[in-house]
């Protein structure tokens, strides 16, 4: 910034960014650091998003694009969301510009909130442009339930807005672009698991494998909560005739920091080959008492007439920031088809 506006004060700005800054967390310091710049450019909203935007263009030691380099440019674009409301040409330009530097994923979604429809059509105009990153900026921006973003209330409420868009992209060249249309799609099914169900089964008609990885991506939340439609989309729809065998939980009893062993088999009594996916659950207990069930994902396979297959697989009960373990009775089942089957049980103690 000083080298673009030499009236900066750098030791000022230094000395105020870091007040408080040590305890607070990744985006928090983001939003921090967005105000203390607020304090220390002009006034007036569009010189100071010009000199921010002219510091953007400088050399910078650090990589940008890969690691945590991009994250330079955080502060720049929750200064636009934050301060650039009322001047929407000029922020959503400078958001074009910023994202190819960092994501404004976050930044967007304050105009889709006070600007809906200006933005939705900008964003339709950008699902063409040439660069990934304002493309993939179409889609992530879009999630109605983006991770350390505030949700998209009104897209969970009718995604109907977003599929539009998502309808551009559902090709992209772009692994990027494609990754964020099906976590896009995955968002949009925890709130309408039926639109989720049509659109993955309409895009599965003559799609490219490239679009099928979208789907199955999409419907990954929706296949481990055994949701019917989008089993269906993926061919797994019907009841699974088929017998468990040698089942074992071991061992019966296990000490948390250990790791309990999962094995049972499955075999197709009938005389035709039955498509089969197949994953097993844990039901946790949390410390109000209650379960509450994890699934582990196996394998999707064909299981001919007559046939069996086999599963293991172990699992870590350490301690772990996503996942804090609880004395008691966890049951565990298998899921064929999305359909729970007893397995077996083990006590953990501590």
């Known amino acids: 910034i000083a080298a673009v506006h030499p009236a900066f004060d750098a030791k000022s ?18 939003w921090h650091i967005a105000h203390t710049l607020r304090q220390h450019l002009p006034p007036d909203y569009s010189p100071a998003l010009d000199i921010l935007l002219r510091s953007s263009a400088q050399p910078v030691t650090r990589v940008v694009g890969s690691g945590m380099g991009g994250f330079l440019f955080m502060p720049h674009g929750f200064f636009v969301a934050k301060f650039g409301l009322s001047h929407f040409e000029e922020s959503m330009a400078a958001q074009y510009v910023l994202t190819r530097r960092f994501t404004c994923e976050f930044s967007v979604r304050a105009y889709l909130i006070r600007h809906p429809e200006a933005t939705l059509a900008r964003l339709k105009s950008w699902a063409t ?7 993939r900026l179409v889609t992530e921006g ?9 949700r998209l209330t009104a897209f969970q409420a009718d995604p109907a807005p977003v599929l539009e868009l998502l309808e551009l992209l559902k090709d992209d060249p772009a692994l990027s672009v494609r990754r964020s249309v099906a976590n896009n799609l995955n968002d949009i099914g925890k709130d309408n698991p039926r639109t989720l169900s049509a659109v993955a089964k309409r895009w599965l008609q003559g799609a490219t494998p490239e679009r099928e990885w979208i789907v199955r991506h999409a419907l990954r939340w929706a296949v481990k909560q055994g949701e019917p439609g ?14 468990l065998l040698n089942t ?22 009938l005389d035709v080959a039955q498509d089969l996916m197949v994953d097993f659950q844990i039901l946790y207990i949390k ?4 379960a509450a ?45 999305g359909q729970a089957q007893p397995l077996g049980s083990f006590e953990l103690f501590e």
């Open 13 to 30: 700005f230094v000395r105020d960014a870091l007040q408080g800054y040590e305890a607070l967390s990744l985006t928090a310091r983001g």
């Open 293 to 337: 069930a994890k699934v582990f994902k196996l394998k999707s396979l064909r299981l001919g007439p007559g046939s069996a297959a086999g599963f293991n697989k172990k699992i870590s009960l350490k301690e772990m920031s996503t996942r804090k373990h609880f004395a008691g009775r966890h049951l565990v089942e298998v899921l064929i088809n």
């Open 248 to 269: 074992t939980v071991t061992p019966e009893r296990c000490k948390i920091g250990g790791e309990v062993g999962i094995s049972f088999g499955v075999s197709n009594p």
């Open 230 to 243: 989008a089993l269906k989309a993926l061919g797994f729809g019907k009841t699974a005739q088929v017998k």
């Open 129 to 135: 442009d040439p660069s990934e990153h304002v493309r």
């Open 287 to 290: 410390a109000s008492g209650k």
């Open 142 to 150: 879009t999630r109605p339930r983006l991770p350390w973003a505030m």
